[in-house]
């Protein structure tokens, strides 16, 4: 399975992006499909990951009320939209897509990685 993340770019502080993951083909409905994130010199973060049967969704506190995962399975495509945006989620943002994991907020936990998408947001 291949995974296109697109729709990063520079944005003012307070702005909006939404992110979009596109699968090469369909998985299992069991699957789970991540983003995760990572900004230069840290280590790479857990954002919000959805089943795509949209029955278990998580977030990381940081982006709690602010960013909304969903999933449309008739396009292969998880969707990322991000609201409220601070110099902070400034990284390069990363779609992943694994099995049924207990730990899906780790990175381990998942199998297939995109290329990535730069964020950039201005204070």
């Known amino acids: 399975v291949q995974l296109q993340a697109s729709g990063g770019g520079l944005v003012q502080a307070g702005g909006s992006l939404r992110l979009s993951c596109a699968a090469s083909?369909?998985?299992?409905?069991?699957?789970?499909m991540g983003w995760f994130r990572q900004a230069p010199g840290k280590e790479r973060e857990f954002v919000a990951t959805i089943s795509w049967s949209g029955g278990s969704i998580y977030y990381a506190d940081s982006v709690k009320g602010r960013f909304t995962i969903s999933s449309d399975n008739a396009k292969n495509t998880v969707d990322l939209q991000m609201i409220s945006l601070k110099p902070e989620d400034t990284a390069v943002y990363y779609c992943?897509?694994?099995?049924?994991?207990?730990?899906?907020?780790?990175?381990?936990?998942?199998?297939?990685w995109g290329q990535g998408t730069q964020v950039t947001v201005s204070s």
């Open positions: 083909r369909r998985t299992l409905r069991s699957y789970v």
């Open positions: 992943a897509l694994g099995p049924p994991s207990s730990i899906p907020t780790m990175s381990y936990a998942y199998s297939y």
